[in-house]
Every structure is written in C-alpha cells, then in structure tokens.
C-alpha cells in the first residue's frame, strides 16, 4: 500500500509527541546535583554510610550528591516523598529494614512498593545478642535455659516496637520456645541503661554503639544475627552455628529509585554502587560505622526484600505486633 502524505504526517506528528525525556536524560546523568533522601536523621549509621558513598560517586563522576534527611514514621515519610518524586534519577532512596516491614506492621501505606525500584543493596548492618556481663549468661543456651525455668520467660530491652532488635527477639523466642516480654525503649542508649541496671535480661544491638560498653566489660556478646560471622566482631559465633539457623537479623541499606526511572540510569547507578563497594576505603569507612559492605545487583535486591518481607510479616502477625 503506497505510502500518503497524510500517513507520513500523522506519523511525524506522532514521533514528535512521544516523550524523549527519559531517553535524553539516561544519556547525560547525572548533569545536575542528585538528592539522596535518609529516612532518618542526621548522625546515625543510615546517614553516615550514605554520606560515604556520596563521596565516591562525586568523586567518579565529578558532581553533586546531596543528603536530605526524611526521618519518622518507621521510614514511610521518606519512602513516601521519593515514590512520589519525578523519575529522572535525580531523588534516590537509601532504604532501610523497615521499608520491608511497613505494610504488615501499619497496614495501608500511602505509597505501594510497586512505585520503587530496588537499584542495589550497599550494606547490611549485623546485629548482636548481648547481656550484663555481671549476668550468669555465658553462653546462650544458658541464657534460654533460664529463660525457661522462670514462669514469665525472658525480658529483652528493644530501641523501639518494630524494630529490628524487636523483631529479632521475637523470633528467637518463638525459635528456642521460650515466653519473652519485649520492652520497647528509646533507642540503644535507654536499652543499655535497662541492661545494665539488671532490669532486662539481654538486648539485640548494633555492634558500633554497644562496643565501647563491651570493650570496658560491661556487656558480654552472646552471638551474631547474621548469616554468617561478622567482620565487626568475628569472635562473635551466629546465631546458627548456635543451633538457632532461623534466627537470622539484620538490618540493611540499599538504594530505590522512582519505578518509572529510565533503566539506563538506574544500571547506571546500579554498577556505580557495585563499584564503590569493592573500594577498600569505602569498605573500611562502612566497617568503622559497624556495616559490612554487601552489594546486591536490582533484581537479587528486590528478591531479598521480597523474602524478608515474608519472613517478618509471619514474625509480626504470630506476635501480635500490628498497629491497630
């Protein structure tokens, strides 16, 4: 069929109506400065870790990467913000553990996970079983025997309901089939005044901020939430080389974008990650924040969450634990 000059018009008309922005952008980003949204504030192990990495993607690819703190809500007001951002890959998310837990701990969001990207995991932040080192738990069988043999079970202290050192507890208490009372706290800091006063028997923490507790003998590591041993304190055995393989915590951080980001952009910012967590300054920078570096391209990413999303969403309803 021969070719009109209408059909030629219309044709023209049509290529010029299609949208040639994602296309456009993809080739030349970043060409302006990128703001990277913390669902915390500022100071903490979230912040600083992507503070770090920040300074190697200026430094690879010569522009600016800003933090904008978004604290609150569990990390919804932050999720939320960059769900709903313009996808040009110029506002990521640097999630975090509770982005997997949300739903089933709050119920209805205002943002769907299908409006995020998972990009690539940066780091997982391994959590640690501790207690008063003046207690009589040397070991953790100890520590569940006793647990055991008192009517109303253990007392663990928590930075937060929800939390993942919450969680945690929960699932080593199902697991070991021992009552457990989980008191919420704020924060590490208020945890550690309850556990050195004796008034709970042991506290899931981040190894960074119990350390100095630890190093001055007032804490005692019973073991590593971790799959496997941990290079902020490998003498700490997992929780599975104790018999608990279940038992597996951790927090995490990882880089989101909008869903409807151009794919070029988001593989590009996906072997940037990659790169920056084989550097050995930049590991050893996460490392004295208390985070092992562990990279996970998009797709394992997404496949990651998707099972931790599983896994505490069960921890959460056979607990008890959803907001009503």
């Known amino acids: 069929m021969p ?10 008309a049509a290529a010029l109506t299609t949208p040639l922005w994602p296309a456009m952008a993809a080739t030349d980003w970043p060409s302006r400065v990128v703001k990277t949204v913390s669902p915390y504030g500022a100071g903490g192990a979230n ?3 992507l503070r770090i990495l920040n300074d190697f993607f200026e430094r690879e690819l010569k522009q600016q990467f800003i933090v904008e703190n978004k604290p609150g809500a569990g990390t919804r007001i932050a999720n939320e913000m960059v769900a709903h951002s313009q996808p040009d890959g110029y506002t990521l998310l640097y999630a975090a553990a509770p982005y997997a837990t949300a739903e089933a701990l709050f119920g209805k969001l205002n943002y769907q996970r299908s409006e995020l990207r998972p990009v690539a995991m940066a780091a997982f932040a391994p959590i640690f079983l501790i207690v008063n080192a003046k207690s009589e738990f040397k070991t953790l069988p100890e520590l569940i025997a006793y647990g055991k043999a008192k009517p109303e079970g253990l007392t663990f202290g928590s930075p937060g309901p929800g939390s ?11 697991t070991a089939g021992v009552k457990g009372l989980n008191v919420p706290l704020r924060g590490d800091a208020a945890a550690y ?20 507790h630890i190093k001055a003998g007032n804490f005692r590591v019973l073991g590593a939430g971790s799959a496997e041993r941990s290079a902020i304190y490998p003498e700490a055995p997992t929780l599975t080389e104790l018999g608990y393989p279940q038992v597996v915590a951790t927090g995490w951080y990882g880089f989101m974008a909008p869903a409807a980001t151009p ?19 930049v590991k050893n920078k996460l490392l004295a924040q208390g985070l092992d570096a562990h990279g996970l391209r998009g797709p394992e990413f997404a496949a990651f969450i998707d099972a931790e999303t599983t896994k505490w969403s069960r921890v959460i309803e056979d607990a008890g634990l959803r907001e009503k």
């Open 193 to 212: 005044t309850e556990l050195l006063a004796e008034r709970v028997d042991a506290t899931f923490t981040a190894i960074s901020s119990a350390l100095p």
């Open 47 to 49: 912040d600083i870790s």
């Open 263 to 281: 794919s070029p952009i988001v593989e590009r910012l996906q072997e940037l990650v990659l790169r920056a967590l084989a550097d050995a300054e």
């Open 164 to 174: 993942q050192p919450h969680l945690a507890a929960e699932l080593l208490f199902k």
């Open 3 to 12: 070719i009109t000059r209408r059909a030629l018009l219309a044709g023209s």
